[in-house]
């Protein structure tokens, strides 16, 4: 079992950039793509990001293309989400996952998942 523990999400104004997190604590990521996905309020839980198990490879919805950057330390166990010039449309819960299986859109690729972190932009 992956347990994966995100960090970083907080209440932030429109423009302004803000980075998360995920950890697996006592776990290796290396074999993994490993991707975020966000749910808002009134919104079904979707794609936002996903990098390949080696860090080559980035995947982006097209509403963040520019504005989000995915890296990954493999040696630390850590992926991060830069997230620049955040709007409110941004807002919601984010999610971290693990995925053995290399089709990163899909959540049925991943295996493991966070527990979720909140991100909120003012207007």
């Known amino acids: 079992q992956v347990h994966l523990v995100e960090s970083g999400g907080g209440l932030v104004q429109a423009g302004e950039s803000l980075r998360l997190s995920c950890t697996a604590p006592g776990s290796s990521l290396s074999m993994y793509t490993m991707g975020w996905f966000r749910k808002g309020p009134e919104t079904e839980r979707a794609f936002v990001a996903a990098?390949?198990?080696?860090?080559?490879?980035?995947y982006y919805t097209e509403s963040v293309k520019g504005r989000f950057i995915i890296s990954r330390v493999n040696e630390k166990s850590t992926v991060y989400l830069q997230m620049n010039g955040l709007t409110p449309g941004d807002t919601a819960v984010y999610y971290c996952a693990a995925a053995s299986k290399s089709f990163p859109y899909s959540e049925d690729s991943y295996d493991y998942w966070g527990q979720g972190t909140q991100v909120t932009v003012s207007e």
């Open positions: 990098i390949g198990p080696l860090g080559t490879s980035t």
